[in-house]
Structure formats: C-alpha cells, structure tokens
C-alpha cells in the first residue's frame, strides 16, 4: 500500500487554501477527481506531500508598508461570507475527527460543520453547536446539515462489530458482523448516497468522499467480512457519485 501524500488538485483563486484532507497523513492509494487538472494525471500516484484544496476559496489581500520604523505588513480580509462552508460526516470517526479538527484549527478559512450518528458522538468531538446529530440512512436529519453548504466530505463508514467469544491465545481469526440496518448495503451504499443527493439538492459545490481501495474487486477479503460486501458498496457510492455531476473529488 502506497501512502498519498500529494493531491495536485488546484482552482484558481487569489490564494489557495491548505486542504482539510490533506493533511492527514491518511493512508491513501488513490484519488479520482472531476476536476480537469487531475484528470490529466495518472489515476494513481504516490507524490510526496499533501497540499490540495477541494475547496479553495478567494481572500482579498493586500499590503501595507507603514512609516519609517515599522516593517513592512501583509493584511489578510476575510469576511464570514467569503468563506467555505464545510461539513464533515462521519465527524466522530477516526477519519472524521481529525478532518474536523483541522478544519477547525483553519477557520481564516473555512467555516466547518460536523454531522455524527450520536450525542455520545457529539461530545467525543467537544460538542460544540456547529454538530448536528443525525442518521446518513434518514434524508430529513440530513437536510438541515446541508444547508448552505460549499463543501461536503463523507467520511461515514458501516462499522463491523467484532463477535463475541474470540480469543486470540487459541489462534483462529475473529469473526464480524454488522448491526440489523446498518450494513454496508444501508450506510455505505443508500447513506452515501443519500448525502449526496441532499448535498447535491442543497447547492454544493465540491463532494469529498474517502472511500477504500479494492472495490472493483468483488473477491476481496474485506467483501467477507461480516458477509457485508462492504466494498461492492463503497463502490457503487463512489460511481454514483461520479455520475452524478457534482464535482468531486474521491480518495481511497
Ligand atoms: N481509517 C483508515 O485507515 C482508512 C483508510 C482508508 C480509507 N478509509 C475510509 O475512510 C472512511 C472512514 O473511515 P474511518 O476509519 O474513519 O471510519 P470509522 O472510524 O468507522 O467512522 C465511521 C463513522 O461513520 C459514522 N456512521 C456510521 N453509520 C452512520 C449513520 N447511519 N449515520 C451517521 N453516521 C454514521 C460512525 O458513527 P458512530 O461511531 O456513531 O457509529 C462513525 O463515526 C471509510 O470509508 C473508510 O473506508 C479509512
């Protein structure tokens, strides 16, 4: 597995913005995007550093050289208005909470906003207000997340839950299962899909989904898991997402 740590995806803007995902230091194969500039890039690459901006916005910069005595400044306006809108699903994940913490620690940059399934959730990340609690599965918790919105990165995931009784000084290999509702076909596949159509409804400008590698192929290990197919539909997520006109930008 390679690490991504370069996404040379870029708009044009007076100044481009440091990326929410970028700097994860997530482990991450490959990343397909909508944006022209990348598709003129091999699928797959393993640059060095990761700086993109998904969402770039403007500020309006000046400079001022004061009287004798004083060096020279850069001043920086930004108004609320000027910036991006961001929400983070999946925000309490060990994806998400990074993601929205660093968004956070932007905000010259980026207004931020967290969706979580629950209030535990919800408090794990500081609970502030800008966290709206939800399920990807129900389109209505979704709507009021979604309003205004520039930016939507998906960072939900179905969760297998481990069966009880392993352990591990017998040898053997753990088996897993998923909560009735909550398998991949639920929340990887019909809550992906779900927030895009709610994000697409609501005016975004740019869907970030991370997803996994693997997914076209259906023998992978990972698709046993649980017998949830969890890839198949993280894949078919991915595809829909693609086609359906939004710019996006897919990293797994
Ligand atoms: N972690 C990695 O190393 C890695 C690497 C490559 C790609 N990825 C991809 O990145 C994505 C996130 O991975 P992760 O490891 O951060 O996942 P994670 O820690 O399992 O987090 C998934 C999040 O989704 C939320 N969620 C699940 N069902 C939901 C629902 N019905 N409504 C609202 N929220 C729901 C969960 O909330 P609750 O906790 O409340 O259930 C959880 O916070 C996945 O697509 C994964 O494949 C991860």
Known sequence: MATLTRVPLVFSSNRVAPAPAASLNHKCNC???SSPLTRKLPHCSTPSSLSFNPFSSSFPSFSTRQNKGFRRTSVVVASMADLSTVLVTGAAGRTGQIVYKKLKERSDQFVVRGFVRTPESKETIGGADDVFVGDIRDT????PAM???DALI???SAVPRMK???DPTKGGRPEFYFEDGAYPEQVDWIGQKNQIDVAEEAG??????VGSMGGTNPNHPLNSLGNGNILVWKRKAEQYLADSGVPYTIIS
């Open 164 to 166: 009880p009784g392993f």
């Open 147 to 149: 309003q205004g919105i």
């Open 31 to 33: 990343v397909a995007s």
């Open 140 to 143: 209505t918790s979704l709507v």
């Open 154 to 156: 998906i960072l939900t």
């Open 204 to 209: 975004v400008k740019q869907i970030v989904l």
